[in-house]
């Protein structure tokens, strides 16, 4: 059975009126096309790197000392470039009447000597090399030893045996001062040789 009353009348359709259209909007203009970007200017080429080279170590190489000495006059120098420049086993660089000061280069094996001064203090410092110091009360008694190395100081006391021996790889390079002065001024030794036959006389 219908649940509708039949006595009730049903009621009539209405249809719905029609959503109204939007209203009209015109298209947006398209932009003008943007100017095309100007190219890229080309990087520098950067010019051909020379091929490689392998230099050696660079040491710079002082002027030889002109044999001169320049004592009893006021005198100013580089002592480390006039060290490492001189050739000669002994060279007399200045003598004062306190004072005397001597740059020497002692080959690979070889060695200053063993000698004593009764009344000279020695100073030396080490430019370059090793060297093995040795000192003592007596020729025959050097208790006394020491390794020293770059830049390394010596100081000897007057009546002391010593000698200094070069156990690096390549020449020991030092200046020594002496007071007072111990050599004759200006002298020149060219080998170890020539300064031993030199103090001999």
Known sequence: MSNQHP???????????????????P???????????????????PPPRPPHQIL??????????S??????????????????????FRTVLWTGKHL????MK????????LEMHPNVDQFLRIEEGQALVMMGD???QLNFRQPAFEEFAIFIPA????????????????????APPNHPKGAIHATKAIAERMEQH
């Open 7 to 25: 006595n009730k009348p049903s009621k009539p359709h209405r249809p719905q009126p029609p959503h109204p259209a939007p209203p009209y909007r």
């Open 27 to 45: 298209p947006h203009p398209m932009p003008p096309p943007r100017p095309p970007r100007p190219p890229h200017p080309p990087h520098p080429v």
């Open 56 to 65: 050696p170590p660079y040491r710079p190489q002082p002027p030889q000392h």
């Open 67 to 88: 044999g001169v000495d320049y004592g009893s006059h006021p005198f100013v120098l580089d002592i480390n470039k006039a060290t490492l420049g001189n050739e000669n």
């Open 100 to 103: 005397q000061a001597t740059l």
């Open 106 to 113: 002692i080959e690979v094996g070889d060695d200053i000597g």
């Open 138 to 140: 007596s020729a025959s």
């Open 159 to 178: 009546g002391t045996w010593h000698n200094i021996i070069n156990v690096g790889r390549v020449p020991l390079r030092l200046y020594s001062i002496y």
